[in-house]
DNA sequence: TAAAAAAGAATGAACGTTCATTTTTGTTGT
DNA sequence: ACAACAAAAATGAACGTTCATTCTTTTTTA
């Protein structure tokens, strides 16, 4: 296990507050204070590590972008066969995201509305870089049908943000099954 | 013209600034007295129309929602081929996401986030039934995939809204061209 | 001219943030 | 090993502001 100081339990622990409680009320309704409280930890002390709300809200969605990043990735080495990174990637990411639902669902609210400031956005998207360069190669080889890399991106990945919502507000509960009936949705929508 | 009385100009006012404001600010940084500001009205007014903010934010969810899907069906008739039901319906919604880009960028926040409370969510779901009925034809008639229609969805029409988002935040243009695609992708994901 | 609609100013609560203190931590001299 | 103490971390209370909402008055409508 890695070795935290005082100080980085205290931080995670109003990282995880963020999430838990953006996550069920909104912005709008997730004071400093709830916040503070859900941390175990004085209002006051919030702003040792962040400047201000907004600071800190940038920096748990960086963090957790690059959580999530780092996860789908994880597993996928770029001397794959495109079939293969692909299927990799995309699982990896459908883990992600029905594991590491609180994470996700923090994702999902923060690219869907002006909550980030641009630049904080702009720092989540380098990332994906990995999936764009496998993309390309796969265009090049004929494997990948020659589409925008939004496009790519809108139908075959961001769905699985979509399920997961819908998984999280009840009503539909995505099995093994599912999954695999997504994946081929989603190879099949790219795949030349 | 439908005639408009003067209690309903008003409104509509408040409706148009609610969704401007909250797409460019989020429901945080929208505070009432902007909201009557860019309506032209005293905030107190906003309260002859709604009983208080959260009021305000489910009315103008559940109207723009029924707008997006009357204008969904509007060319629809459910006793087409479902080929060609799908590809009307698939493409009035396109349409409405890029012309009428504020109100869908609008429910794309609602649809993600806590801001709406869960009756009106439920409310604004029910519109969507002509569609399920199409894809359950559909199915039945095998040319369509045996999928939960919650997956139907997220591969078929959600990839939409991301595009739209994507075109809104700038870095991507969606062009005729772009939209076919889309629309093949869209099919080829559904399509058995 | 009475009723309805609208307005602006007022109100109290809640919020983000800061301040004055206290507590904890780590270092030094014995 | 430990007392003394300075620096850092943390706190609860307090501050000023902003917000949603209401109240009283004025304007518009019929």
Redesign the pocket.
């Known amino acids: 296990m890695a070795e935290l ?3 980085e ?2 931080r995670n622990a109003l990282v995880k507050a963020t999430i838990e409680l953006v996550n069920n009320s909104g ?10 409280k859900m941390a ?17 809200v940038n920096q748990v969605y960086i963090e957790v972008k690059a959580a999530f990043t780092e996860y789908a990735f994880e597993t996928f080495d770029p001397k794959m066969e495109v079939e293969e990174g692909f299927e990799i990637i995309w699982k990896r990411i459908a883990d992600f995201k029905l594991k590491e639902c609180e994470e996700a669902m923090f994702l999902a609210q923060c690219d869907n509305t002006p909550m980030i400031d641009e630049p904080s956005r702009q720092q989540g998207i380098k990332h994906l870089q990995p999936l764009l360069d496998l993309w390309e190669r796969g265009k090049n080889e004929g494997k990948i049908k020659p589409l925008s890399d939004y496009i790519l991106y809108a139908y075959s990945i961001n769905p699985l943000s979509f399920l997961m919502i819908a998984q999280k507000r009840g009503g539909f509960q995505l099995t093994e099954d599912h999954l695999e009936e997504a994946y081929q949705s989603a190879w099949s929508s790219i795949k030349k």
Do not use: C, R, W
């Not at 912005?27 to 503070?36: C, D, N, T, V, Y």
């Open positions: 100081t005082k100080g339990i205290k912005f709008h309704a997730a004071p400093m204070s709830k916040i503070a175990n930890v004085s209002p006051a002390t919030i702003y040792l590590y962040f400047e201000n709300k907004q600071d800190l």
